[in-house]
């Protein structure tokens, strides 16, 4: 069909190392740092590593 794709799965994310082990509640949990920029963008603070 036009709007499908075929393929074989070669990888899974897992193997691929791009998820960072951080759960979404604890960078909600770390709060905002500072009051958005002009485009509405607020900088998240880093974790500590």
């Known amino acids: 069909l036009p709007n499908s794709l075929r393929g074989e799965l070669i990888r ?3 193997d691929m ?3 960072i082990d951080t759960a979404p509640e ?3 949990q770390r709060g905002k740092s ?4 002009d485009l ?3 900088q998240m603070p880093r ?3």
């Open 12 to 14: 899974e994310e897992a």
């Open 17 to 19: 190392g791009l998820r």
């Open 26 to 28: 604890t960078i909600l």
């Open 34 to 37: 500072s009051e958005p920029d």
């Open 40 to 42: 509405g963008v607020v």
């Open 47 to 49: 974790q500590a590593s």
